[in-house]
């Protein structure tokens, strides 16, 4: 099982980054995956998660609209579409695919395989 993300990077505030991860070793397209973040510091926190099919996705208050997840089943994708960035937005962002392909996944034990993580730096 691998989930490499990629796409993080310097950016300024108002900028905008997208996130890729790419799965494999498993069946993706039986998984709702999500996103976590984790600042210096401070402990990993839900930002989102999308369903299985694609269908449903589930975002965390601060996200407010600025962040869009999607996913590709055909290529075994999960992207994250991050726009209007702010400074506290700074953190490593995981991906990760969820124990089965029912639930929310807003906690950590709700997922079964997590990336490396990459680094999101918003700062002018």
């Known amino acids: 099982v691998q989930l490499q993300a990629s796409g993080g990077g310097l950016v300024q505030p108002g900028g905008s980054l997208r996130l890729s991860c790419a799965a494999s070793?498993?069946?993706?397209?039986?998984?709702?995956m999500g996103w976590f973040r984790q600042a210096p510091g401070k402990e990993r926190e839900f930002v989102t998660s999308?369903?299985?099919?694609?269908?449903?996705?589930s975002d965390a208050r601060f996200v407010k609209m600025r962040f869009v997840v999607s996913r590709d089943n055909a290529q075994n994708m999960v992207y994250l579409q991050m726009n209007n960035l702010k400074p506290e937005d700074t953190a490593v962002y995981f991906c990760?695919?969820?124990?089965?392909?029912?639930?929310?996944?807003?906690?950590?034990?709700?997922?079964?395989?997590w990336g490396q993580g990459t680094q999101v730096t918003v700062s002018s």
């Open positions: 999308i369903s299985a099919s694609g269908g449903t996705t």
């Open positions: 990760a695919a969820g124990v089965s392909g029912s639930g929310v996944g807003l906690e950590t034990d709700e997922y079964a395989y």
């Open positions: 070793g498993f069946t993706f397209s039986s998984r709702f």
